[in-house]
Every structure is written in C-alpha cells, then in structure tokens.
C-alpha cells in the first residue's frame, strides 16, 4: 500500500477526465483548513454539467467538506482556510468580490437530515422564490411545479397550503426540502447523504428522484452507501484522507479502479 506521505504527494488518477467545456463547476487545487487542522489536500477536479457526480470514501476522508466548499457552506465554520480556486460557470466564487451568501442562494443543497421550516409545505416551498420576490399566480404555479418535480404533488396535493411540513414522513420531509432547493432553479444540487435518514421505498423514491433531475439540473452527492453511488452517478470520486484518489466514470471506479486504494474500498477490504 501507498504511505500516506505518497497518497498526498500524488497525482489523482483519473479515467476519461471532463473536459473544460463540459464543467459546470471545475475546482482547482483546493485545500481546505479547519484552524490548523487540513482537511482538503490539493483538490483538482470538475464537475460536469447534466450528470450526477457521487463523492465516496471511508468516514473523515472530506467528503461533506468538498462538497460544502461547492457552495462556500464550509464559511460559516469559524477558523476555516480555503487556497485554492472554485469556478463556478467561470467565476471563482472564492474570489473576495463574490458574497458568498448569494453563492449559497444560487446553488441548491438538500442535507443528511431533512430539515423542512415549521410552516406549510407550500411556505417552505415557496420560501426561496418569495427572496427573489415571485408573487401571486406565479408563485403558487411554481410551487406546484416544484412538488410535481420532486415526486411530493400526488401526496400533498389536497393539504399542502395548511398542512405543516413537520408533519410529513422522513421521506416526504427530504422531498419536501429537495423541492424547496429546486423551486428556485438551481443549475447546481449539492446533496449529503440525503437518503441516510430513510427507510428503502422513500430511498428508492428519492434515487429515482436523483435520476430525473439531471435533465435539468448538476447533482453532485456524497453518500456512504456504494450501491447507491453505483446505482445513481455518471460519474463517482474516491476520497482517502483529504485526498481526491482517483476519478472517472462510475462503472470504471467500480469495475476496473485503478488505484489500489479504490480498489480496497469498492471491494470492501479497506482499513
Ligand atoms: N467544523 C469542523 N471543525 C473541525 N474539523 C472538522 C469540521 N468538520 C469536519 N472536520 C474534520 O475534517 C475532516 C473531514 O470531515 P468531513 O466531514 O468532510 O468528512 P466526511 O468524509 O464527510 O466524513 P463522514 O463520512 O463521517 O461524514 C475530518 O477529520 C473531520 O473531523
């Protein structure tokens, strides 16, 4: 096996890499600190638009932190360093210029634990648009949209403008929050383990959920459960220690990976 020394002096590996033109998103030789703690180790790699990329690896590997560095969520942790660049459509959203609180309003991001506001389904639904101040006959069209998209309508349709969104299923719940991050129609969903929290049908549910909004929309999702990654992703990335292992399309990493550390991982036999 490689020393960890080795692993973060490395090059990524990387199969069939995306090219420029093809990125909604292209990271750049990110590192990232938690105070003097590195998290992100040299971080280059792109995201491209209209596929769904997974982010995989051991617990504590940076998955949660790449993906929050998409979206300058990881800003809001005091004593966080970031060097390096993101661009997003081109424009590095770590420039000093950018505000990273219109960065994280432009790009979606459902969490591990559904987290719905304690107000009707259609409220928190309409939330984000009512910021961009939609109103009236649009703003109902949109919402209804919204949960059509997220595969929420058919159960909510007879309640949605009294009922309280705490008062749907875990399931229900993510797909609620899914539909609030896509009524305002974000290029880019960033999603961290959104099915660790439910049972197989509402994962099932939301899986197939995953798979129709890349005609729409860029997922890029973090999850510890392979077969989903497997199951989901066009592309996937493998995380060791801060480091970005290995890269490609998703049947290459988990058919023929090329390093042995992904090759450990897929197979089981890591750690
Ligand atoms: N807010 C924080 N402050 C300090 N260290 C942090 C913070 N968040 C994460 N870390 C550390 O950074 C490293 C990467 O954490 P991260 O949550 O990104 O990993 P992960 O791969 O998503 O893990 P898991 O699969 O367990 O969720 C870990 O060592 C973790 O302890």
């Known amino acids: 096996m490689v020393s960890l020394e080795q692993l973060r002096e490395h090059q990524t590996v990387r199969t069939d890499p ?14 990232l600190w938690y105070g003097t703690k590195q998290a992100l180790y040299d971080i280059s790699v792109r995201f491209p638009k209209n596929q769904v990329t997974a982010i995989i690896g051991p617990s ?33 959203i770590y420039d000093p210029r950018v505000d990273p609180v219109a960065v994280r309003r432009h790009i979606g991001m459902v969490f591990q634990k559904p ?8 409220e928190n639904v309409a939330f984000g648009l009512r910021l961009m101040g939609v109103k009236g006959s649009e703003l109902e069209d949109r919402v209804v949209e919204a949960l059509k998209r997220a595969a929420l309508w058919e159960e909510v349709k007879d309640r949605f403008k009294k009922e309280s969104g705490l008062r749907l299923s875990g399931g229900q719940q993510q797909r609620l929050c899914i539909a609030r991050a896509i009524a305002v129609e974000p ?62 399309p998703t049947e290459v990493i988990f058919t023929k990976p090329k390093h042995p550390y992904t090759e450990a991982y897929i197979t089981g036999r890591f750690g």
Do not use: W
């Not at 995306?18 to 590192?31: C, G, K, N, T």
């Not at 899986?207 to 729409?216: S, Y």
């Open 187 to 248: 290029p880019l969903l960033l999603m961290d383990e959104p099915t660790s929290a439910l049972d197989p049908i509402a994962t099932q549910a939301i899986e197939d959920l995953i798979l129709e909004l890349k005609e729409r929309y860029t997922v890029v999702i973090v999850t510890h459960n392979m077969q989903q990654a497997a199951r989901v992703s066009d592309r996937t990335l493998f995380m060791h220690l801060g480091v970005l292992v290995e890269e490609g």
């Open 60 to 92: 504590g590997c940076g998955k949660s932190t790449l993906l929050r560095s998409l979206n300058r969520m990881n800003d809001l942790v005091p004593g966080v360093r970031v060097k390096g660049e993101v661009l997003y459509e081109g424009v590095n």
């Open 18 to 31: 995306v090219p420029e033109s093809q990125a909604l998103v292209d990271v750049r030789q990110l590192s």
């Open 115 to 122: 987290n719905p506001f304690p107000k009707t389904i259609f």
